[in-house]
């Protein structure tokens, strides 16, 4: 009966071990999942502001004066 006592400890032991880094991978994941949200918004955010640089600096060549050479 031993035996069956000390691997019933040893599985006990194993599952807190397990139980444990579940517990931590689930962090992890939440942490991470955070973190994504986050660049996500700050990408979407470089992008207008890429987009409104792009729209300022876009005018009609035609419009503009003739370089000095001219």
Known sequence: MDAIE?????LEVRLTFIDDTVQALAAADAEQAMRIVELERLLHLLRQELQSVR???ASDPHNEPPPPHY
């Not at 000390?6 to 040893?10: E, P, S, T, V």
Request: charged fraction near 25%; hydrophobic fraction near 40%; glycine fraction near 12%.
């Open 6 to 10: 000390q691997r019933l400890a040893d």
């Open 55 to 57: 729209l300022g600096s």
